[in-house]
């Protein structure tokens, strides 16, 4: 099968621990759009958490595209055109920040724009990862229900890895299917409008490009990467990876540390037009 499609994961799989992307990874995905491949950055992170990494891999020369809030945004990096793009209704919003408050965790999300967080908690580590890692500003408000009045591509919820999954089950209860529910990592409980996760989003994309899921090579490590590993014609999981993320892959590769990207790209996707 010839794999036409790269959806990378950042934070994990396509940065090593010092979030860098080491220049055997570059070679190899630069190698792999020149041949024609598609690439697109598949990420929880908002879509100005990802411009570094957009422009490290020229994604608007080689016409790729940004996943951004784990789908909940589809970005064209050529013309910045947002092609796909669901939202969390600002009834939602207000009930969400209600029921983080009965279970004692934090909750966060993004202006109108996406470009600055929202919380009422910004001293928390957990919402500091947020905005440091994404290198975006923040806004202290003294009600989040107040000012969040406006769609949102997706909220978060913040504690530790043990309470908040035993707060996993409780919040998926209470929206009863109607939004998307997970953890993308121990301590971020996200909650996304319905039916919308990376999967979701790349078959999208897929029908975008004309292509199918045999088409599609995903790369990923943690809890959000679960459903495209499982959803790619071949899912490939960093030897980093979450259990379920390792278990939902066809193939397991090296550590983000150890350019598992590139030496499975040299493997399935470079070495099969060589």
């Known amino acids: 099968m010839e794999y036409k499609v790269l959806a990378l994961d950042i934070d994990g799989t396509l ?4 979030k860098q992307i080491t220049p055997k990874t ?17 990420s929880g992170r908002p879509a100005r958490g990802i411009e570094p990494y957009m422009h490290k ?28 793009e669901q939202v969390i209704e600002p009834g939602w919003v207000s009930k969400l920040y209600d029921v983080a408050k009965e279970n004692d965790v934090h909750i966060l999300s993004y202006t109108e724009d996406g470009n600055t967080v929202v919380t009422e ?5 957990y919402i500091q990862m947020e905005y440091r890692l994404n290198g975006l500003p923040y806004r202290q408000v003294d009600s989040f229900k107040d000012f ?5 591509n997706k909220c978060i919820m913040t504690g530790e890895g043990e309470h908040l999954a ?9 929206v009863n299917g109607e939004l998307n529910v997970f953890r993308s990592e121990p301590f971020f409980l ?5 039916k919308v996760d990376k999967a979701f989003a790349l078959q999208k994309l ?18 959000n990467d679960v459903s495209m590993l499982g959803f790619a014609g071949l899912g490939v999981a960093m030897s980093n990876a979450q259990d379920a993320a390792k278990q939902a892959s066809d193939f397991v590769t090296c550590s983000n540390n150890e350019d598992g990207v590139a030496y499975a790209l040299d493997r399935f996707v470079l070495e099969t037009v060589r």
Do not use: W
Request: aromatic fraction near 10%; include cysteine; glycine fraction near 8%.
């Open 166 to 174: 035993k707060v996993e089950p409780r919040v998926k209860a209470f």
């Open 121 to 125: 908690h910004p001293d928390d580590v």
């Open 57 to 84: 891999l020229q994604l608007d020369r080689y016409e790729g595209y940004v996943l951004a809030f784990n789908g909940g945004r589809i970005i064209d990096c050529k013309t910045q055109e947002t092609i796909f």
């Open 15 to 18: 940065t090593n621990s010092e």
């Open 26 to 42: 570059l070679e190899a995905i630069l190698e792999a759009q020149e041949r024609g491949a598609t690439v697109a950055l598949t």
């Open 206 to 223: 897929l029908e975008v490009l004309g292509y199918t899921r045999e088409n599609l090579i995903a790369f990923g490590d943690g809890y």
């Open 190 to 194: 996200e909650v996304m409008p319905n």
């Open 148 to 152: 969040v009045r406006y769609p949102v």
